[in-house]
Structure formats: C-alpha cells, structure tokens
C-alpha cells in the first residue's frame, strides 16, 4: 500500500496522507453535508397545493373578457396562466359558483366566508388539473342538497377549473389565426342575479430547443476565466435561480404554488459557493464548488420543462427563464468538472533521491 509523499501533501494544502488514488476525505464529507442540506430544505418545504395540482409551464394561456352583467361586487381572474380561477367578492355581497353539472359548487357569502359543497362532484373532478383519479359517489344525484363546509374566511376562493383549459396533454387545434382554442364560461349568481364569467384560450408554439445552446458560450466563458472568478460567476448563476424561484412562488397564491425547489437548491448552491470563497484548502474549495455545481445541475434538470413551454406561471412568457437556466448549466457543468479535476488528481510522490 502506497502513500503520497509528504511534499506532496503541501501541494493539495492537507495535512494527512492519503491512499493514491483515493477518494480525498473531504469530498466524502463535503458531499454527506451536501445530501443533508438538500434533505433540510426538502423536508421544510411546502407541500405543493393542498386542493389541487399547482400550476406547471404550458403552452396555453386563459384570459377573462368579460362578467355579464357588469358588475363591481366581484373581481376574477386566471391565475398561473391557465390553471386556476380566482374570485374576490366584495364585503356585504354574496356569489355562488355553479358546478359541471349545474350543481351548487362554491359560495362566498355577505360576512366573506367561503364555502366549498363537499358533495358537488366538481369539488372531486377539480382536484386534479385533468380530473384523473376522481371517484364521484355513484349514489349522487344533482338535486341533492349541498353540504356546504367552510375553507376560508377572507371573501376570496382559488379553484382549478376545468373550463378554463385544455383537458389533454396534447396540443389543442386552433379555430382562427389568433390561436383561439375555445371560449369558455363559468355561470354563477351574484348577490341572487344569474351572471356569466366569460374567456377565451388560446394556444402559442413551444420555444425552440435551440436556446439550450446557450450552454456552449456559458461555459466556455467561464472555462476562459481566470480561476478566481469562477466562483464568482458560480455565485452569480446560483443568485439568478434564486431570483427566479422567489419570483415564480411568491407571484402566485398558495393553492398555486408548487414546491419551491428552485428556491432551496439555488440557495444550496450559493451557500456552498460562499463557503468555497472563505476557506483555503483547495480540497475543500474544490469539493464544495464542485457540490454548488451539482446542485444548480439538479435545479435544472427539475424545471427543465420551464425551457419546453411558452409560459411559466407566475412569470408568463418568461425569455428571462430560457437565458438564465441554460447559462447556469453552462457554469455549473464546468464548475463540476474543475472541481473533480482538482479532487480526483492524484499528487505524485517525489522521486528517491539515490
């Protein structure tokens, strides 16, 4: 068994031997702090909605046109570009929601209590974007009476509404030059008179695939960089996916968001850069750097479908998005490879002197 020798130490800046061709110690370590950080801010998230699926990028978009009669009790509104509907009534008026099968489905009364009819099949059906999964009680029948039970207090209900969007995966056809998909329309009464929400849908093609090219300059900037403004730029990528979460999440109202992973990853990825900047081992350096990569890799490969997609909810057509995550890609592939360059190198023992 060969052990490097000790003038080969100084060169990596450790101060204990190890086994050439081994793994350094610090790498195994700074990867078991890497794996629990992830774990913290997994465990500490949020669940992602508790009535329905959040909001995902898409190529659909769903806009409100028109409440007829025109009325100032209340206000609706497409959130996460076409996944939800959200409705504010105003103090001392009341709505009621009617649900697919002309049935009592949400009511906000005077006081701005919300009420959900737990035994509407649309409050079954709405838990799912597409409605998979649903079990409608086979003893149902649209004359029942509701049963109403309490979900909020502050005069303002968020659903996922199926006559908002496309109920497929799939591409929609389009009927004009415009992208119109469909009108749609959700009937309900406001303060006891028959009102319809009226909207339209409307589809746009998927960005082309070709802004993942952005990598090649991204990394090869940084590739070009004098070593100590690599961290720098590693630093400014994982701010930027940071920036972007924080947007993405907090833009939207609860029962929208989804997990913010990007949020929590990109912090990962700053901290551990931070703390490659103020140490002076190079293993160290290495290792966390090389972490802070892989965590902005992760981060990407998790919202690689905001790339694919026209819109991003919270953000819309975001070309921010379609910038940043390939560049971050780009910096964070080199970091890795710098840092298990660094890691892996094998310091050679000097020569015996004879």
Known sequence: MRLVGSAAFKAVETSEPRLAGSIPVHLRHSWKLFLLALLGFWLLSPTSSAHADPAQPGNTRSVVTEI???????????????????????????????????????????????????????????????????????????????????????????????????????????????????????????DGAVTAVLGNLYVEDAPGSWWWLLVIPAGASVFLMKKRLHH??????SAALVVLGVVQYFSLPSPARDTPSLIALGGVALLLVLVAITVRSEEFVAAFSTAAGVAIVVAIALHRNQMNHRFVPGMGDAWSVRVILPIALGCASIAIWHGLNALLRVPQPLADES
Not at 76 to 94: C, E, R, T, Y
Request: glycine share 6%.
């Open 68 to 190: 007829s009669p025109t009325t100032s009790a209340i206000e609706v509104s497409i959130v996460g570009v076409d996944a939800f509907v959200k409705m504010k009534v105003q103090l001392g008026h009341s709505a009621e929601v009617i649900g697919y099968d002309e049935e009592p489905y949400l009511r906000i009364d005077e006081k701005g209590r919300v009420f959900e009819n737990s035994w509407s099949p649309t409050t079954v059906i709405n838990q799912t974007r597409y409605g998979t999964g649903s079990t409608i009680p086979t003893n149902y029948v649209s004359t029942d009476a509701p049963t109403w039970r309490q979900i909020a207090s502050n005069g303002e209900a968020i659903w996922h509404d199926h006559r908002v969007h496309w109920m497929s995966p799939l591409k929609p056809a389009v009927v004009n030059d415009d992208g119109l998909v469909q009108d749609w329309q959700i009937d309900m009464t406001v």
């Open 232 to 237: 720098v730029a590693l630093a400014g990528v």
